[in-house]
């Protein structure tokens, strides 16, 4: 079936979203972005199933695997519009975003037509479980191991920052399962229920107070000896396959949150009348000259890329996002003021003092700037690698 | 809005890219920046007659090829990419602002853009003018005339116009410049004859977008250079540029690079496309990019260690050609003034 044309499909998701974002739903505009995605998580649940039922999830994949296959300028629309209407922070994203592309790309018939209609309907809530305490940029050193038994994968040991983790039905882990083969080699991608006897999910409290990040422990937690993705050994091969994923289409509907935080700041400033003050309209214009800049970046970098996994092109616009958004919470609590020194009970923060204090992860997870920018030297730059 | 060059546009970047490389070697910004003039009139005739450069900006029916401000800005690019000391920037500015001109009063364009066309007449901008102009004639000074020296056209800004005089009406006196690669005069006009030549407006903000279009295309020279340098010099044993803490600072400013480029992209296309969305990109290009340029050349020499001081280096000259377009760009503050109000973020009095 041919998509409809762009302009009529904008139409179709804004009038379903104004639809739709109401009732129950109506709660739920502005919460679980970034810094808020402890918010509202059942209400978003039953967001996510509303999604799946009209057909929002997984706008580009195959119709083969139930998909609606749109094209990449469709999804961009999706997520803008998405955006624009202040709609809830996705709580399917895990599922959508990395676990299906990486079974559409690396799994087995039979594991996409276990796993893909779950995801499609927003049933099935995934989580990831890569980091470990001993292995955050050095992702090959994890050593959470895996051993088959019985019929049965085996696991133990500990992911951390690992999101979702307590209402996720289902994790993909990588674990070690050839202990002798030296670091990325000896990984294997599995699927590892989550309500079970041996998984331990322990919140993590950051340092905004609000705990949006887990601990998750494996004590001999089991999965079945099919629930692989690739061949033992091919793990690190699986997720390095879709990792770029995570920073495609999404980053189109983010600037336009960029834009209503901007908006805000701005409101806060003109009411406070810090807009006066030389320096901080100063640093207001230049707030905005770099939101025009990321969006020209990432038109002219990220565009022509489009439906690809990303190149460096995705290391530089993190590289960019990152800092200019950290540098907005700050202007954010200046513009306030002293009062943005006073939190609501039960260390309560308002949008501005969540900005600041979020947005300071924002260049540590996803590969931290320092990743991203050895990767710029070594892939895009040519060169030559430190030793290591 | 598009950000890659069109097939033509491409073909076009090529041959001036070639163009550019073959001249601008040392003893040609020697001998060029030594001259009263700053350029060598052998390679204008060549860049204007075999290239048709100049022919770029200017109608069909003038004389010129009748392309605009994208193939305009490739020139401006490549050309500035090597810091070539040529006054084409200038030139092509003075063919666009006239040919946009012609559509209200047609004296200055059918009396100048001929000449523009073929390069036997260079035009400067003189914007920073102190004059009054009365029954057709402009008396005062203007300061910091680029390629003024060599120019035979002067477009003078009086108030929200521009007057266009013949050079041999004026007294232009040359200056040796901080950027020898790119000289100025001091312009003093005493009764001199002038048209009119258009709002001021366009001009200006085709001038900071092409500047900006320049500053992009120096930095990514001085970045590709740096990279080179970082690969090809060995200390400890090892390649330098094998050392993280020099790795990250060649990445951040490949990120630079890639946002201005993006930036100078976008606001050539609107000067193309859109001139009235240059409003608030034409100062925002201007500041964004000639920043970005400075950091790159600042860079540049500290990256290149001992050899990026020596005179020999070419990394002083982009250093100071970065500090000079900042400098004639005017001050940041009153650029960030100009952004905020134009974008609707600050108010309009202040």
Redesign the interface.
């Known amino acids: 079936m041919a998509p409809p044309d762009e302009d009529t499909f904008r139409a179709e998701v804004r009038s379903w979203l104004a639809a739709n974002l109401t009732g129950e739903f109506a709660p739920l505009v502005g919460t679980g972005g970034p810094g808020r995605e402890h918010e509202f998580v059942p209400e978003r649940m039953a967001w996510e199933r509303r999604l799946g039922d009209s057909g929002y999830i997984g706008l580009g994949w195959p119709q083969s695997e139930g998909g609606r296959e749109l094209p990449w300028g469709h999804q961009v629309i999706f997520y803008e519009e998405y955006a624009r209407a202040g709609a809830p922070g996705r709580v399917g994203h895990m599922g959508e975003q990395l676990l299906g592309p990486t079974l559409l790309m690396f799994g087995t018939a039979a594991q996409r037509a276990r796993f893909l209609p779950g995801i499609l309907a927003g049933t099935q809530l995934w989580c990831q479980g890569y980091s470990e305490p001993g292995a955050g940029s050095d992702l090959a050193g994890i050593t959470t191991r895996a051993r088959l038994d019985g019929g049965e994968w085996h696991l133990d040991g500990q992911k951390v920052w690992t999101s979702l983790a307590h209402v996720a039905d289902w994790c993909f882990v990588l674990v070690r399962t050839d202990p002798a083969a030296e670091r990325h080699r000896g990984l294997s991608y599995l699927l590892v229920p989550m309500r079970q006897q041996g998984i331990e999910v322990r919140p993590i409290v950051q340092l905004t107070g609000t705990s949006e990040f887990n601990e998750v422990f494996f004590d001999d937690a089991r999965t079945g000896a099919e629930d692989i993705v690739g061949a033992p050994g091919d793990g690190w091969r699986v997720a390095m396959g879709t990792l770029g994923f995570e920073r495609g289409v999404s980053t189109f509907g983010q600037q336009l949150g960029y834009q209503r935080e901007f908006e805000a700041v701005l409101a806060t400033a003109r009411a406070t009348g810090a807009i006066d003050d030389p320096d901080l309209a100063g640093r207001i214009v230049e707030a905005w000259v770099g939101l025009q800049v990321m969006r020209y970046t990432t038109l002219a970098t990220l565009v022509p890329v489009a439906g690809r996994a990303p190149g460096t092109e995705a290391n530089v616009v993190k590289l960019i996002w990152g800092p200019w958004h950290q540098r907005l919470g700050e202007l954010a609590v200046d513009v306030a003021g002293p009062a943005a020194t006073v939190v609501g009970p039960g260390y309560q923060l308002d949008d501005a003092q969540r900005l600041l204090l979020f947005t300071r992860a924002e260049t540590i997870y996803g590969g931290s700037a320092e990743i991203q920018r050895t990767v710029i030297a070594e892939r895009k730059l040519g060169l030559p690698r430190e030793p290591r | 809005?598009e950000?890659?060059d069109t097939a033509d546009q491409a073909e076009l970047r090529g041959v001036v890219r070639a163009f550019a490389s073959r001249y601008a070697t040392p003893e040609l910004v020697r001998t060029a920046t030594a001259s009263p003039i700053g350029y060598d009139r052998q390679i204008w005739a060549r860049l204007s007659t075999e290239l048709g450069l100049c022919a770029l900006a200017v109608p069909e029916q003038h004389g010129g090829a009748g392309a605009g401000p994208r193939e305009v800005a490739v020139a401006v690019e490549e050309l500035g990419r090597v810091l070539l000391p040529a006054p084409y920037l200038s030139s092509a500015i003075a063919a666009l602002a006239l040919t946009r001109a012609a559509e209200d009063s047609a004296a200055a364009a059918e009396r100048y853009l001929p000449g523009l066309a073929d390069g036997s007449v260079i035009g400067a901008l003189a914007l920073d003018a102190d004059v009054t102009a009365a029954d057709g004639a402009v008396t005062g000074t203007a300061r910091n005339v680029v390629d003024g020296a060599a120019a035979g056209l002067l477009l003078v800004r009086c108030g929200d116009r521009l007057l266009a005089v013949a050079a041999a009406d004026a007294r232009v006196v040359p200056l040796d410049t901080l950027d020898q690669t790119r000289r100025q005069a001091v312009a003093d006009f005493d009764r001199a004859p002038a048209l009119d030549a258009g709002s001021a407006a366009y001009p200006i903000a085709l001038h900071r977008v092409l500047l900006a279009a320049e500053c992009v295309a120096a930095a990514e020279h001085c970045l590709d250079a740096t990279?080179d340098y970082?690969?090809m010099r060995r200390q400890f044993g090892?390649?330098i540029?094998?050392?993280?803490v020099?790795?990250?600072r060649?990445?951040?400013l490949?990120?630079a690079v890639?946002?201005?480029?993006?930036?100078a992209?976008?606001a050539v296309w609107t000067a193309a496309a859109d001139p009235a969305g240059l409003a608030a990109?034409a100062p925002?290009a201007a500041?964004?990019c000639s920043r970005t340029f400075l950091q790159v050349a600042a860079e540049m020499i500290q990256l290149h260690g001992g050899i990026g001081f020596t005179w020999e280096h070419e990394a002083h000259r982009y250093f100071k050609r970065a500090k000079c377009t900042q400098l004639l760009l005017g001050p940041v503050?009153a650029l960030?003034?100009e952004?905020?109000r134009e974008?609707g973020?600050?108010s309009a009095v202040d």
């Open positions: 809005m950000f890659a990279v970082l690969k090892r390649p540029g094998s050392f993280q020099l790795q990250h060649a990445a951040d490949a990120v890639t946002e201005a480029r993006a930036t992209q976008a990109l925002l500041l964004h503050s960030r003034a952004i905020g974008a973020l600050l």
